[in-house]
């Protein structure tokens, strides 16, 4: 298992920056992939970005690419989501979520979330 620790959210204006951050403890030696996902209100949790673990490949909704950058520090198991150019309907909550090859389907572990509210 892993634990994982969402920082970076909050309330900014129609296009500032934000950078999310989330730490994974725990079994991370398993992880082969981390990502951003998000939840506004009234809708279904969607995909915003992930990126695979021994390479960095990375892919992102077509609504975010662009703007947002995900990245990983894989020495301390911590990946980023910058977002630049922030829009009113980027306000969601956000999730950070890890893959592992432990026989948990998918995305199996998930934080807790952080808000971003984008006012315009």
């Known amino acids: 298992q892993v634990q994982l620790v969402e920082s970076g959210g909050g309330l900014v204006q129609a296009g500032d920056s934000l950078r999310l951050s989330c730490a994974a403890s725990?079994?991370?030696?398993?992880?082969?992939?981390m990502g951003w996902f998000r939840q506004a209100p009234g809708k279904e949790r969607d995909s915003v970005a992930v990126i695979g673990w021994s390479q960095g490949n990375t892919n992102y909704a077509d609504a975010v690419k662009g703007r947002f950058t995900i990245s990983r520090d894989a020495y301390k198991y911590t990946i980023y989501l910058q977002m630049n150019d922030l829009k009113p309907e980027d306000t969601a909550v956000y999730y950070c979520?890890?893959?592992?090859?432990?026989?948990?389907?998918?995305?199996?572990?998930w934080g807790q979330g952080t808000q971003v509210t984008v006012s315009s």
């Open positions: 725990g079994q991370t030696f398993l992880t082969y992939a």
């Open positions: 979520a890890a893959a592992l090859r432990d026989g948990s389907p998918g995305y199996g572990y």
